[in-house]
């Protein structure tokens, strides 16, 4: 197996050296465990946010399609396809009950029909599906006509919930980094985009939300959302999903809390319009709706079908080339889903 470790330490935005492409020989099956060989990785936000937790030396987190091609479970028959969090690796030997936790869910069948890619299973039809569609439907509990904002908008999650938002009658602000992502938003159905790098994000969403906003699914954090949150109506509500824009940054104002030196972020406060506009703000992570993940898969799959959900993906070439992959989606270079196909 070709495996990628976390050699050293996250400084800033991830670069090649943080880590090292390894030949690892695998032992034979056990009763219970199959062997799963990797189509597609997906290419992940939360790998640098997460990573802090690793230990050097410990295979980069991750998700992967794969094909197991040797099998003494019967849960897992060779040539069938599962969705599971095996690591930066092209092959692994997988115990069919691999132990869970908050972050890594199990490995599961896809009852793969051909009639789209495998890849999507990590994307629209996989965990960034979920996302926007249990973030968005269960936290921000949209209604027609309301107003709804999206950071990191012309991403995976971003993109679906702003389409999303459309299907529900709303009316659709997209934040994203560049006039080529802002004009592929428009072609899905967001109503106004902001080029946060050009634009005065302020004055443009003044503009575009004369009456305000009802909605924030939050992608980014840091100064968008402040800026996003001094604009929402009263009874507003706020999906926490990321904050991508402190993933990077290991100066103690702005470090993640707790991940990279347990020392908790102190930022400036930004409570007051909180309190004021009595806003429901809820952070989540996905995998707490795992037990109910069928209905997104079903729901975003019909979607699409309807032609009501447009989908894009970033495929990088070559396993060799996941640092790539992670290093070019930190400087915003995907439109769409990451992937890299193996
Ligand atoms: P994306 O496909 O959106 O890729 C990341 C994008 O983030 C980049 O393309 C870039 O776009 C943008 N970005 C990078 N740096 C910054 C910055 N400093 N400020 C603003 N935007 C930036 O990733 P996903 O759709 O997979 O994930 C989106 C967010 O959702 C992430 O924060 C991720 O951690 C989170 N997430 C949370 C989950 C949960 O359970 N809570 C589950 C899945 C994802 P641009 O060109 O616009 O800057």
Redesign the pocket.
């Known amino acids: 197996a070709k495996v990628f470790i976390y050699v050293h330490p996250f400084e800033g935005m991830p670069t090649e050296e943080n880590f090292r492409l390894i030949e690892e020989d695998l032992p034979p099956l056990k009763d219970g465990e199959f062997l799963a060989e990797a189509v597609y990785l997906s290419v992940?936000?939360?790998m640098r946010?997460y990573a802090p937790r690793l230990k050097v030396g410990e295979t980069m987190i991750g998700s992967q399609v794969a094909k197991v091609i040797e099998s003494k479970s019967i849960q897992f028959p060779i040539g069938s396809y599962v969705v599971g969090v095996f690591g930066w690796r092209t092959h692994t030997v997988v115990p069919e009950n691999l132990p869970v936790s908050q972050f890594t869910p199990p490995p599961v069948l896809i009852s793969y029909d051909g009639s789209v890619p495998l890849s999507y299973y990590l994307g629209v039809l996989g965990?960034?599906g979920a996302?926007a569609y249990f973030?968005f439907l269960d936290i921000c509990k949209p209604k027609p006509g309301e107003t709804v904002v999206v950071?990191?908008?012309?991403?995976?999650?971003?993109?679906?919930v702003g389409q999303i938002a459309k299907i529900k009658g709303c009316k659709v602000i997209g934040?994203?980094?560049?006039d080529q992502?802002c004009q592929w938003l428009k072609t899905i159905g967001f109503d106004f985009v902001i080029n946060?790098?050009k634009d005065n994000v302020e004055q443009a969403l003044r503009a575009a939300a004369p009456n305000g906003v009802d909605c924030y699914f939050d992608?980014?954090?840091?100064e968008?959302t402040t800026t996003v949150i001094n604009q929402m109506n009263r009874f507003g509500r706020v999906s926490?999903?990321?904050?991508?824009?402190?993933?990077?940054d290991n100066t103690p104002a702005k470090a993640i809390a707790s991940y990279n030196d347990n020392t908790p972020a102190k930022v400036t406060t930004f409570l007051l319009p909180v309190i004021l506009q009595e806003l429901e703000f809820k952070?989540?992570?996905?995998?707490t709706w795992r037990n109910k993940w069928n209905e997104a898969v079903k729901r975003n799959q019909e979607w699409m079908t309807e032609g009501k959900l447009q989908y894009q993906e970033t495929i990088t070439e070559g396993f060799e080339n996941m640092p790539k992959a992670l290093i070019q989606?930190?400087?915003?270079?995907?439109?769409?889903?990451?992937i890299v196909k193996v």
């Open positions: 992940d936000p939360y946010a965990m960034p996302t973030g950071s990191g908008a012309a991403g995976a999650v971003g993109s679906h934040i994203a980094g560049s992502k946060y790098k992608n980014v954090g840091g968008i926490c999903c990321g904050a991508i824009a402190s993933y990077n952070g989540f992570v996905i995998y989606l930190m400087q915003g270079k995907n439109v769409g889903k990451a």
